[in-house]
T-cell receptor, first 117, second 113 residues
Framework: GAVVSQHPSRVICKSGTSVKIECRSL??????MFWYRQFPKQSLMLMAT?????????EQGVEKDKFLINHASLTLSTLTVTSAHPEDSSFYIC?????????????FGPGTRLTVL | AQSVTQLDSQVPVFEEAPVELRCNYS??????LFWYVQYPNQGLQLLLK??????LVKGINGFEAEFNKSQTSFHLRKPSVHISDTAEYFC???????????FGTGTRLLVSP
């Protein structure tokens, strides 16, 4: 089946630094990827929709200058948390629909736990 | 726009007992419905989905769910739970495969011996 990977799985950084998280579709091409954030004991909230070859679409309340998204190829989307602060500590999960036009479910990556000290 | 309500934040149950996790949704358009399970510090795993057709959907690990359009519900059931079913369960809706998923707040299933 379709597989989505994320790297790193866990990252700890100092406040003020930038962190890049990669999301890859391993055996299919994904023109669209979604980035979610999950705070402890809470649900997943969509942050943005990443589109290959065009600008990402951000949900209301998400700072696009803070959470930079680059969908450079059909198998890779990156999320960069710029000037991270402790309140950015969260579990970040990406997902991708398996193929163009599919009504099937999205496939989720295993998540990246970010801790900002 | 779609929304999902999971009224039960936590459901404690004894091993081998039946369980039902409730999910209600609202939408102005036809939706696809999903249940996902999340184990601690892990991503989401699809349990089952309703796209169309039979309203009773069977998924992995012995779970099933029934789509009820009149009650806008998609409750998850399992006739006999195991300790290993202890996890967080999320109900989600989507307007289509390329559309974003809207998640409920999750229900923590706690199975004890």
């Amino acid at each position: 089946g379709a597989v989505v990977s994320q790297h790193p799985s866990r990252v700890i950084c100092k406040s003020g630094t930038s962190v890049k998280i990669e999301c890859r579709s391993l055996d299919f091409q994904a023109t669209t990827m979604f980035w979610y954030r999950q705070f402890p004991k809470q649900s997943l909230m969509l942050m943005a929709t990443s589109n290959e070859g065009s600008k990402a679409t951000y949900e209301q309340g998400v700072e696009k200058d803070k959470f930079l998204i680059n969908h450079a190829s059909l198998t890779l989307s990156t999320l960069t948390v710029t000037s991270a602060h402790p309140e950015d500590s969260s579990f970040y999960i990406c997902s991708a629909p398996p193929r163009s036009g599919s009504t099937d479910t999205q496939y989720f990556g295993p998540g990246t736990r970010l801790t900002v000290l | 726009a779609q929304s999902v309500t999971q009224l039960d934040s936590q459901v404690p149950v004894f091993e081998e007992a039946p369980v039902e996790l409730r999910c209600n949704y609202s939408s102005s358009v036809s939706v696809y419905l999903f249940w996902y399970v999340q184990y601690p510090n892990q991503g989401l795993q699809l349990l089952l989905k309703y796209l169309s057709g039979s309203t009773l959907v069977k998924g992995i690990n012995g779970f099933e769910a029934e789509f009820n359009k009149s009650q806008t519900s998609f409750h998850l059931r399992k006739p006999s739970v195991h300790i290993s079913d202890t996890a967080e369960y999320f109900c989600a809706v989507s307007a289509g495969g390329f559309q974003k998923l809207v998640f409920g707040t999750g229900t923590r299933l706690l199975v004890s011996p």
